[in-house]
């Protein structure tokens, strides 16, 4: 089958189209005939060579198509269109899924478009739910917001709680988009100190969530922005992994649960009981139209390097999709 | 009434018994006629002037005595032996406690003990189990196991879950003491290096749960202790407040919880839920000396700046209480 491998770990010159065997499934495992695959950011450390689960010469964590074989121990979904996480050699025509994180895609989304949900928004649904503990009278900061995972969160925190969504981006191109998906509140955060922008919108009472991209660059506003008993979720470090200086009685007094967490090194259990629990409260807003998948940019399996290099250049607004059967 | 109070912030020599005007209650207090105080690092703290939440002349948080008079919105509780927190004011004949507080004190414990449960015991409670979620197979790191919250610490995590106790503390009898209450494992940290022999004790896992009391001094040894997914309530800030390179990556790679608390600034509503759940769930223990509170010293009124001095030497092993009707 095609595929799309990294000869040597580096740069996205090193990624090509190359001939590799057609995986064969256990069991507990799905067959897929990819559609399409997405970008993300972890595909570009493992390019790298920096990411320590990198076991498959073949990148790529999430796919949406067509089942073509369901393993013995499992139910037949043969022929159902799905989409869902795969453990790795996502960039390919046929990939192998776990069955249990299998989501059936609504009938009106293209596959380009249902691979554009697994990865971001199961961690913004994640992140806000699972460790951020949001409900409806609440704030919460979302960074990036034009990011993928922005992008998600944005929606889902509006569509299944309604709370108050203040969000950063840097440009108002990036902030209108953001509105126009339900945040109440946008900070172009080279313009304007966005720590004193949230006091202004809370009442001075600063947020009760952050979602936290970017680390190192934000963490005195992201202290100065979060509200006694907040929670802080730390997802990224895009601006830096290392603080010169913490001191550990701004995070006791008011109070803070600062929550770091990765999605794509967790368990096969862990990814199946977010998929199904996603699948059940938020798959069903996609099939209304109240949640959209937000594409940037759709490639074709030639163009790879320049989908990587569009994504490390942070203009895409949305996700970063390769059309596996063009 | 007599009192102790703070003449100026300051030293331990600024405590001196004084007359007080008696206090008054309102409709949902109680009047205690104070039979034993206890001391706190908080105590410190405010006579100091450091605290923002001194709002009385008169020390302390919490007391064991007499309910001498019930407000009129409240449960008649006159002549109930009770201990409990109060909002300031407890080193005095009298003093004020919100009703929904007060817990009754098993027949067999004198005032003296009962007063070495509240403060610390509700801290251990609230740390291991509101924010640390300790379940029976997990392991508990607890450091300053010597210490009153230490102490209380150990013997909850080990009564109401089983879970392995691993302690920390700065010399030999301090560990015998902290075996003695249930600790599994007890580590010298003067001698040794505790994350090195957290690893051996745990099969190279590490820990699932950290009760933080020290900080900045052992924030790199803590971080290599912790489990992935592991919880780290930091309480105190012993070893220095300003840790210098923090890397987020550590927090995020192991997907980390690190949650700030402090007791004595929370909301009313919040140390009522609290003392009920405990009353509930743990005072039957002590009831059964399943539970036992740790006294280290108790002095009279006259000995208050001795008191203090007492615990300010770090030497104590438990509580150190003042016997007010002396």
Redesign the interface.
Known sequence: MKAIIVKHPGGAEQLQVAEQPKPEIKSDELLINVKAAAVNRTDILSREGQSAYMTNPILGIEVAGVVEASGNGTEDKNGMRVTGLVNSGGYAEYAVMPADRAMEIPEHLSFEEAVAIPEVFLTAYQTLFWLGNLSKDETVLIHAGGSGVGTAAIQLAKQLTNAKVITTAGSEEKLQFCRSLGADVGINYKEQHFDVEVMKATNNQGVDLVLDFI??SYWEKNLNSINVDGRWI??G?LGG??????????????????????LT?RSDDYKAALSKDFETKAMPLFEREQLKPVIDHVFSPGEAQQAHEHMESNKNIGKIVLKMDD
Chains 1, 2 share one sequence.
Request: aromatic residues 0%; proline residues 4%.
């Open positions: 680390g190192a730390l997802i470090v992994a290392v603080i010169e200086n913490v001191n550990l009685m701004d995070i006791m007094s008011k109070r803070i649960k600062l929550i770091g967490t990765l090194p």
